[in-house]
């Protein structure tokens, strides 16, 4: 696939990165030109320019920049995005007396915000759940199994090529549901991220069924 990726930071590189490894064509936009074309050097993608030229590059547009400035970005760029698979893979989190809390209130989500903002592209929330350092290596099979990557979508084409990106890496796609689902799997990160930052491993809170009953 053709993909253009909106961001130049750690996420960008990563998903990018790993993208470019799995033999896909990959186009960095970003606001700061030498940051795009810095990042395209590194991860050896096909070109790099503007978000403008990331969001009409190709089938699927990732949204690779702080959950704050997502919607805002996917309304510049609405009309280049219509039609495309737009993955959103942000954490809209901060810090509270209690834990990480999500910033977003009132059951909204930061994808449905992205699919307000740009209402002919077919979001995505994929990707959110690992640390960015996962995405540069190949994943750790457990137990036999590849991990999972959940994603929640409306539209199943765009569903379709969210498998076609996370097989060719290596994992497993987990469907999470539709993207009225995106606010729980945006709620998982804040747990786990939470638990992860207190020292633990949110890993051993969900044991398989079997394991449970035995």
Same mark, same amino acid.
């Given at each position: 696939?053709?993909? =253009?990726?909106?961001?130049?930071?750690?996420?960008?590189?990563?998903?990018?990165? %790993?993208? #470019?490894?799995?033999?896909?064509?990959?186009f960095?936009?970003?606001?700061?030109?030498?940051?795009?074309?810095?990042? *395209?050097?590194?991860? =050896?993608?096909?070109?790099?320019?503007?978000?403008?030229?990331?969001?009409?590059?190709?089938?699927?547009? &990732?949204? %690779?920049?702080?959950?704050?400035?997502?919607?805002?970005? *996917?309304?510049?760029? *609405?009309?280049?995005?219509?039609?495309?698979?737009?993955?959103?893979?942000?954490?809209?989190?901060?810090?509270?007396?209690?834990?990480?809390? &999500?910033?977003?209130?009132?059951?909204?989500?930061?994808?449905g915000?992205?699919?307000?903002?740009?209402? +002919?592209?077919?979001?995505?929330?994929?990707?959110? &759940?690992?640390?960015?350092?996962?995405?540069?290596?190949?994943?750790?099979?457990?137990?036999?199994?590849?991990? *999972?990557?959940?994603?929640?979508?409306?539209?199943? #084409?765009? %569903?379709?090529?969210?498998? /076609?990106?996370?097989?060719?890496?290596?994992?497993?796609?987990?469907?999470?549901? +539709?993207?009225?689902?995106?606010?729980?799997? /945006?709620?998982?990160?804040?747990?786990?991220?939470?638990?992860w930052?207190?020292?633990?491993?949110?890993?051993?809170?969900?044991?398989?069924?079997?394991?449970?009953?035995?």
């Amino acid at each position: 696939m053709r993909i =253009g990726v909106m961001g130049t930071g750690a996420m960008a590189a990563a998903l990018g990165g %790993a993208w #470019v490894r799995a033999g896909h064509e990959v186009f960095v936009g970003g606001r700061d030109a030498a940051a795009a074309a810095a990042l *395209a050097g590194r991860i =050896g993608a096909a070109g790099h320019g503007t978000p403008a030229g990331a969001a009409a590059y190709g089938e699927v547009a &990732l949204l %690779a920049v702080p959950a704050s400035a997502a919607p805002d970005l *996917a309304r510049e760029h *609405a009309a280049a995005l219509a039609g495309r698979t737009v993955v959103d893979c942000t954490n809209a989190l901060e810090p509270g007396p209690g834990g990480v809390m &999500l910033t977003t209130r009132g059951g909204r989500s930061v994808a449905g915000l992205i699919a307000a903002a740009a209402p +002919g592209a077919h979001v995505v929330k994929a990707f959110n &759940l690992a640390h960015v350092s996962v995405w540069d290596r190949p994943p750790v099979a457990r137990d036999g199994a590849a991990p *999972a990557v959940p994603f929640c979508a409306d539209d199943p #084409v765009a %569903a379709g090529r969210a498998e /076609e990106l996370i097989t060719g890496m290596g994992w497993s796609p987990m469907p999470a549901g +539709g993207l009225d689902r995106a606010g729980y799997v /945006e709620a998982t990160a804040a747990f786990a991220i939470g638990v992860w930052w207190a020292g633990g491993s949110p890993r051993l809170a969900f044991p398989e069924p079997a394991a449970a009953a035995s």
